[in-house]
């Protein structure tokens, strides 16, 4: 019943766990690790010359594609680019979070770690045992409340619901004071764990009152917080815990806990807006339905939501607050590649009460076929401007190509002539001009410039030549491994362009006489066609001759040996 999230998008949530076990352990477990005994414990590895090849558990794969290196401790897919240390691949196969990764490592190959700010581990549990105790109350409470269990029937949540979500009621400030000091818990743990606040005058209160409770858990399934509805017409309807180190909404979902291992299984998740719609759809079948914690769908709701490679529904209501909504969710999870649709409610209607009314076939042929986000996200940009009106249109225009070019090239170039047909325009005019490139996979058709990648790889190996040869190249005299290159100097070590790289037996790695040696015919072919470029160009004759003969004199100094530093002609 544990789940992880990837580590490098996630470092805040990583902190707060991994400072438990002490880095320097870890480190010392990290040299102790051998890649082959980790991954060879999962897949059956077979040797191929230096390295180990295997089945990829990453994507359906038929030719083992995964490769791990002894001596690099690391394993690349070259189908699917997942690739990493033996950590990562923890992390990956066994849906991880990397301390529990790092905890799994250890006990495969036996090794102790050591742990440190006990303070911090014994202030944890006792949040946790603060929050799981009143959880059993609240919920415990829930019969003593005719007034809490009628709203419940009255909105048709059945006891089995209730027992599943461990819906619960906090009663009145007091009692829930009480409880807490017969348990002999501290005011201070009580606060730290987000369930006893002050106000203005000093006094302490309980945060839930008179209120139905819905426990909030993180992914791995520990409780976090709670969430309260109102049932006295209290003006706020809803309140959440506080934010603090363990709870903290803007990454958080709604019944992922219970939802997570359909997420898994069925390659789906429905996000929705409230507790209540998830419950009701999980009464109805719909077991993959999670919510934001009263929050816009951001960037920190990502690790999770694409954890498995889910198709995202997003459940959202179809007043103008909604619609808006949707499209800067539809907007933030298209650009990032995630795949998908928005289901929009009409009618005043949400999913829990679709649920209640039986309308389940409905709810069925909503989130069967969502409305695609780059197609939503194109009409919903178009609805906005009065397109009879030409400079309207134009506006309209420039918005969505933007949105476009914010998406991988081939699904922007895919909805050219969508945006046309939306804007009555010739799908010529939607110019979508120069944009990055997927960065996932390899871009340029297997197609390799031997001589561009070995500089790359010995500039990853030895980042200390990385100055002295900056000063001679520049990254547009690299025709093929532009993106390599630009990976190389970003610093994104980790990424799979690069990690592949690595990996290439074939692609050799200089020794610092020998980039040098290697640098000049490179050099000297750059700029052989930048007097190819300006001979063709239409420049005064003058202005040729003068560039031309600067250039004669670059290649012969580099002829005599000399590595002359990086001109541009560029602008010329
Ligand atoms: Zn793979």
């Known amino acids: 019943m544990r789940f992880g999230v990837n580590y490098s998008k996630d470092k805040l949530r990583v902190s707060i766990i991994s400072d438990m076990i002490d880095p320097s352990s870890i480190e010392t477990l990290r040299q102790r690790i051998d890649i082959v005994d980790i991954i060879g414990s999962y897949l059956e590895l077979k040797r191929s010359g230096a390295n180990y090849k295997a089945i990829c558990p990453f994507h359906n794969d038929t030719t083992p594609s995964l490769h791990v290196s002894p001596s690099k401790q690391i394993y690349h897919c070259f189908a699917c680019g997942a690739g990493g240390d033996a950590i990562k691949f923890i992390m990956e196969y066994e849906k991880l979070n990397y301390p529990e990764a790092v905890e799994k490592a250890a006990d495969l190959c036996n090794f102790t770690l050591a742990y440190t700010n006990i303070k911090d581990a014994e202030n944890r549990k006792k949040t946790k045992d603060i929050l799981e105790q009143l959880n059993l109350f609240f919920t415990q409470n829930l019969d003593k409340s005719p007034q809490a269990a009628a709203y419940l029937s009255e909105r048709g949540i059945g006891q089995s619901l209730i027992q599943k979500f461990e819906i619960g009621y906090a009663p009145q400030s007091h009692m829930t004071m009480n409880f807490l000091k017969q348990r002999f818990f501290a005011l201070k743990e009580a606060i730290e764990a987000g369930v006893i606040s002050i106000n203005d005058r000093g006094d302490e209160?309980?945060?839930?009152?008179?209120?139905?409770?819905?426990?909030?858990?993180?992914?791995?399934?520990?409780?976090?917080?709670?969430?309260?509805?109102?049932?006295?017409?209290?003006?706020?309807?809803?309140?959440?815990?506080?934010?603090?180190?363990?709870?903290?909404k803007s990454w958080l979902l709604y019944g992922y806990h219970i939802a997570r291992d359909f997420i898994m299984r069925n390659k789906k998740i429905i996000i929705c807006e409230g507790y209540l719609d998830v419950i009701m759809l999980h009464q109805a079948g719909f077991n993959e339905a999670v919510a934001t914690l009263g929050t816009a769908l951001t960037e920190k709701h990502l690790p999770l939501i694409t954890r498995g490679a889910p198709k995202v529904v997003l459940s959202y209501d179809g007043d103008s607050a909604g619609v808006e909504a949707a499209f800067k969710a539809a907007k933030l999870l298209s650009s990032h590649g995630v795949e998908g649709g928005v289901a929009l409610f009409a009618g005043g209607m949400d999913p829990a009460d679709m649920v209640q009314k039986e309308l389940i076939s409905e709810l069925n042929a909503l989130y069967g076929s969502p409305k695609e986000f780059v197609e939503f996200c194109l009409e919903y940009i178009a609805g906005k401007y009065n397109l009879k009106n030409a400079h309207e249109k134009q506006k309209a225009l420039e918005e969505a190509a933007a949105y476009l070019r914010t998406l991988p090239n081939t699904i922007a170039e895919s909805y050219k002539s969508m945006l046309a047909s939306l804007l009555n325009i010739k799908p010529n005019l939607v110019v979508l001009g120069m944009k990055k490139p997927l960065r996932q996979n390899d871009t340029h058709n297997g197609f390799e410039d031997i001589l561009e990648l070995s500089i790359?790889?010995?500039?990853?190996?030895?980042?200390?030549?990385?100055?002295?040869?900056?000063?001679?190249?520049?990254?547009?005299?690299?025709?093929?491994?532009?993106?390599?290159?630009?990976?190389?100097?970003?610093?994104?070590?980790?990424?799979?362009?690069?990690?592949?790289?690595?990996?290439?037996?074939?692609?050799?790695?200089?020794?610092?006489?020998?980039?040098?040696?290697?640098?000049?015919?490179?050099?000297?072919?750059f700029y052989e066609e930048e007097i190819e470029r300006i001979k063709k160009s239409s420049f005064e004759f003058e202005k040729k001759s003068f560039l031309i003969r600067k250039i004669h004199d670059i290649i012969a100094r580099l002829k005599k040996g000399e590595l002359v530093p990086y001109e541009s002609f560029s602008a010329f």
Request: charged residues 20%; glycine residues 4%; aromatic residues 8%.
């Open 456 to 525: 790359i790889k010995t500039l990853l190996v030895n980042p200390h030549l990385v100055d002295m040869t900056l000063d001679i190249i520049d990254v547009s005299m690299f025709k093929v491994h532009t993106e390599e290159l630009s990976l190389l100097l970003e610093g994104q070590k980790e990424h799979s362009l690069l990690r592949k790289l690595l990996m290439l037996d074939n692609i050799h790695i200089y020794e610092e006489k020998e980039l040098v040696n290697a640098l000049r015919p490179f050099l000297m072919s």
């Open 205 to 248: 209160y309980a945060v839930f009152t008179e209120r139905i409770t819905f426990p909030i858990y993180s992914s791995n399934g520990r409780i976090v917080g709670f969430g309260g509805r109102t049932i006295t017409n209290h003006p706020a309807k809803y309140v959440n815990s506080p934010q603090s180190k363990i709870f903290n």
